[in-house]
């Protein structure tokens, strides 16, 4: 359920400025948050972009745990969160918003976090107009691009190395819902076909939970590495970053690089290069604006 189906009750309309004016929309490209200070910079790079490649101004906001960086950390400017820059600009009597995920799936942040803080909202200021542009791999089709992406940084990394790899691994951070587990499966089939033939391909998660009912998520990525190595003491590997921006999973000193350095450890022979991230590839910012131009804008 989308939204705006959410949220149809209300009968949503576009509702003019204080000034009787309709205002343009006001568009928020939309991440989870992270408390790390090199999340929210990537996300306002992207934004950045999407705003010259779109033409359009493109806010970067965050659904959570940004709030708690220091402004230091950031060149001086605290990082948004949505619920707040939303009460904002009710306040100042803006009605219409767009709202961009940053997100591969629809995980629960978007169908029951925004929802909810929208929602509530409502209840204080009125009706207002919102709409949500889809995911980044919307299902089941998928999105190829994504695939392009991660094939590009397979060739990359294979440069670094000076060598071919053996294994190509694609790896996201692990979700409780299947649906979001199946975009990493569909993008994963994708990039089958990208890649060399003989390079064997393999999917892993940096964290899953525990039982045999999140056996979907597939294997722990540090278990996926030491088995690589049984089927080849010197397996090359190239990790594929399912991953957006740098956070305390991803980039420098994080969760997936302590994983790759103990699997490297218990496995002499083993060499991994960890691939860039989604964010700082071009083919993003072609995907987000096509994900914008097919949000239908009022007037």
Do not use: W
Request: hydrophobic share 40%; aromatic share 4%; with cysteine.
């Amino acid at each position: 359920m989308t939204l705006v189906d959410r949220l149809s009750v209300t009968e949503l309309t576009k509702q003019p400025t204080s000034e009787g004016i309709m205002a343009d929309p006001v568009i928020l490209l939309v991440d989870n948050g992270s408390r790390r200070s090199a999340a929210t910079l990537s996300l306002r790079s992207i934004a950045a972009r999407l705003s010259e490649s779109s033409g359009r101004h493109i806010i970067p906001v965050s659904l959570q745990h940004a709030d708690q960086i220091s402004p230091d950390e950031l060149g001086g400017e605290p990082a948004r969160l949505l619920p707040e820059f939303l009460r904002e600009q009710l306040e100042k009597g803006q009605r219409d918003f767009i709202l961009l995920p940053l997100f591969f799936g629809k995980s629960r942040a978007l169908t029951e976090f925004i929802p909810a803080q929208v929602e509530r909202l409502i209840d204080e200021f009125g009706p207002f107009e919102i709409r949500q542009a889809d995911v980044l791999s919307p299902m089941p089709e998928g999105e190829s691009l994504l695939a392009d992406i991660l094939a590009d940084h397979v060739i990359r990394c294979s440069v670094d190395l000076g060598a071919e790899p053996t294994h190509v691994i694609v790896v996201d951070h692990g979700s409780p819902l299947p649906e979001v587990t199946a975009v990493r499966a569909k993008v994963t089939m994708m990039l089958r076909g990208r890649l060399p033939e003989g390079v064997s391909l393999g999917q892993a998660v940096m964290e899953r939970r525990q039982g045999a009912e999140y056996d979907f998520n597939g294997q722990l990525l540090g278990d996926l590495l030491d088995s690589c190595t049984g089927q080849d003491a010197d397996a090359v590997v190239v990790l594929v970053m399912m991953f957006i921006s740098p956070g305390r999973h991803a980039g420098a000193g994080g969760d997936i690089e302590e994983i790759c350095a103990d699997a490297v450890a218990r496995n002499p022979g083993l060499r991994v290069k960890i691939s860039p991230l989604i964010g700082e590839h071009p083919l993003l910012i072609d995907i987000l604006h096509d994900r914008l131009r097919a949000v239908k804008f009022s007037g």
